[in-house]
């Protein structure tokens, strides 16, 4: 019985197997376009372009060096890189995340971990780290809820916590073309790797 096929061929050229991946399949390239292409919140956003996943994520590497500011510069990299596996298997909402258990989390460690050794980071976060990156996120996810998705204040701390308010004041979410959020995720990333 012949295996089902698991690699996606990635625009880059390269064969990226889901299942199985490796860090020498895996292209900066190929992830800043697969997230500014994605869109978060199921694209269920006010605005003319949907809030995308590359846009997400460098909102949380600026909040978490905003939280974290003596952090090393290899943790904002982790931070910026957090939700890089949705380039090649999509953003999930929560709720639907729960619903199909833990095989999606299974899935998203291997290609967090191929991803991180691609880029110099060890496979696994240490949990501090991965808490303030959570913290960062759950702060992008208010912002994101109460700008753009429709969200009740009220709401977004309850389902989110509730945000510094300061933090919340400085930051706004921008709503823009995937090319324009492509080159701004890429060019962030060469910038943490120039700096490492």
Sequence with gaps: MRRPRAWQRMLSGRRLDLLDPTPVDIEIEDIAHGLA???RWNGQTRGDWPYSVAEHSLLVER???LQQPDAPVKWRLAALLHDAPEYVIGDMISPVKAAVGPAYGELDDRLQAAIHIRFGLPAQVPPR???QIKAADKVSAWLEATQ???FTTAEADRFFGKTDSELARNLHIRLRPPIEVRADYTARHAALMAAL
């Design 148 to 150: 753009i998705a429709g």
């Design 37 to 39: 292409f994605v869109a």
């Design 63 to 65: 909040i978490f060096a």
């Design 129 to 131: 780290v991965k808490k």
